[in-house]
């Protein structure tokens, strides 16, 4: 280990000597890592990339500094840096650490220690793990393939382990980074028309934010998937046969809202059926495409049954994605998935398919149904069959539409409709 080299590496990423990058503030998720980091769990950020999760490291290690911390009771590491090569193995990490040791200026305090990309070292969380039990230092870690949360380090971690997932940038946060800053109803009220207009261009090309605000939206776009197909499913699936990788992922890409069953695509695309299960785990441990399972009033989750599928972000729906029939519809679609899996996680959000319809999404909540979402453009009574099925369960359903809101009465019973854009603005 070339120790001025680790040193010059982590100068550079660091608060000890200069500030670093803050971007916009994503308050919920400082928030979140600040209530948890001083009680001895260790963090994992995880979600797919360019979320922005380092960028949400260095805010919440730029509060803590606001705070009074020392700067140099903080460590940053982003193993993606080429000068950290040399850090291979555990030891190489427990190297560094003694290396950070030496340089931390105030000798009695607890260092934070925030390990990025941490994946790439096997083993790790052994080191982390070691610091925890000890009460030696306090620990983040971030990736962005589930590879950070396997099985084997769940294990290992059991007990002392949060996990926290970014996702691109809600519409709120959307909004913030516009610099549109809304505080109650007559907010929203007074600014209608601006919102509607971001609404749209959201909508469009989605909320990575590395994207919002920039003019090349398309191209950031295109080199953004390229990047995830790359570096977070071929090298790490080390998948040779490239060509079908590309075309399974574009395949799920282009069909967001629709029931997918493996054989079919298999049958379809021409991949043999194991090859279609391995690269499709692939895609969902990058954190690029989701699978829903039907769940039934009752709870049974049918997971032998079609999923639905959807990916990490509208915008890579509508530019990656094959526009043929493009189909707003299903954006609007995949939209609310994504917000639905913000506010209530993705273990908890599933579709109903009934004898008669479908509806899009059914939320559980412990025991329990919470409540159902029909998605749709517009309003149109073929999408009552399934929200008929619910109601007899009394299940609170919701329509959410591109820009209708009214009462409707189905069966006896009144039904809101909703503008989706005012129900992104409202919290659950
Ligand atoms: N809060 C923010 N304010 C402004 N820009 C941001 C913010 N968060 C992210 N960005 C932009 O998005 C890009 C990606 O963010 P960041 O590097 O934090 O993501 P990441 O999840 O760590 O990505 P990777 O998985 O590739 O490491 C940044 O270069 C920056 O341009
Ligand atoms: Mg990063």
Same mark, same amino acid.
Do not use: A, H, M
């Given at each position: 280990m070339n120790r001025e080299l680790i040193l010059k590496a982590l100068i550079d990423w660091n608060f000890w000597y200069k500030d670093q990058f803050t971007g916009y503030l994503r308050e919920d998720y400082v928030k979140e890592i600040l209530s948890i980091i001083n009680s001895w769990y260790i963090t994992s950020v995880l979600g797919v990339k360019r979320a922005g999760k380092s960028t949400i490291l260095n805010q919440v290690a730029k509060k803590m500094i606001e705070s009074g911390i020392d700067p140099f009771d903080i460590l940053i590491v982003n193993f993606e840096d080429g000068r950290l090569a040399s850090v291979q193995n555990v030891e190489d990490l427990f190297r560094l650490y003694e290396i950070y040791l030496e340089i931390k200026r105030k000798k009695d305090s607890k260092p934070y220690i925030f390990l990025d990309e941490i994946q790439r070292i096997n083993g790790w969380e052994g080191f982390a793990r070691s610091l925890i039990d000890r009460k030696e230092a306090f620990v983040i870690v971030s990736g962005s393939t589930s590879d950070l949360i396997s099985d084997n380090i769940r294990k290992k971690l059991a007990g002392r382990h949060v996990v926290i997932r970014v996702y691109p940038l809600s519409f709120k946060e959307y909004l913030n980074f516009k610099g549109l800053n809304l505080h109650n109803e007559v907010d929203i009220i007074a600014r209608e028309s601006e919102i509607k207009s971001y609404f749209n261009e959201y909508l469009t090309y989605g909320g990575?934010?590395?994207? *919002? /605000?920039?003019? *090349? #939206?398309?191209?950031?776009?295109?080199?953004?998937?390229? +990047?995830?197909? $790359? %570096? +977070?499913?071929?090298?790490?699936c080390k998948i040779k046969e490239v060509d079908k990788l590309r075309l399974l992922s574009l395949y799920y890409i282009s069909n967001v809202g629709n029931r997918v069953r493996l054989r079919n695509v298999s049958r379809q695309l021409q991949i043999p059926l194991r090859t279609v299960q391995r690269f499709t785990q692939c895609l969902i441990r990058a954190n690029l495409i989701y699978f829903v399972n039907p769940l039934s009033p009752n709870l049974s989750v049918m997971t032998r049954a079609e999923k639905k599928v959807y990916v990490v972000d509208q915008g890579l729906a509508n530019i990656i994605g094959y526009r043929l029939n493009s189909n707003l519809g299903s954006l609007l679609e995949n939209l609310v998935? *994504? &917000?639905?899996?913000?506010? @209530? !996680? &993705? &273990? /908890? $959000?599933? @579709?109903? %398919? !009934? #004898? %008669? !319809?479908?509806? +899009?999404?059914?939320? #559980?909540? #412990? +025991?329990s149904v919470k409540e159902a979402y029909q998605v749709t453009y517009y309003l149109n009574e073929r999408e009552y069959k399934g929200v008929e099925e619910l109601l007899k369960w009394n299940i609170p359903v919701k329509f959410l539409t591109f820009d209708e809101e009214r009462e409707i009465n189905i069966k006896g019973k009144n039904i809101n409709v909703l503008k989706v854009w005012k129900w992104l603005l409202n919290n659950k």
């Open positions: 990575f934010p590395g994207i *919002v /605000n920039s003019n *090349v #939206k398309e191209q950031l776009l295109s080199s953004l998937y390229e +990047d995830i197909i $790359v %570096r +977070d499913v071929i090298t790490p998935f *994504v &917000e639905l899996v913000r506010r @209530y !996680g &993705e &273990e /908890n $959000v599933f @579709y109903y %398919r !009934g #004898k %008669r !319809g479908e509806v +899009d999404f059914v939320i #559980k909540e #412990k +025991d």
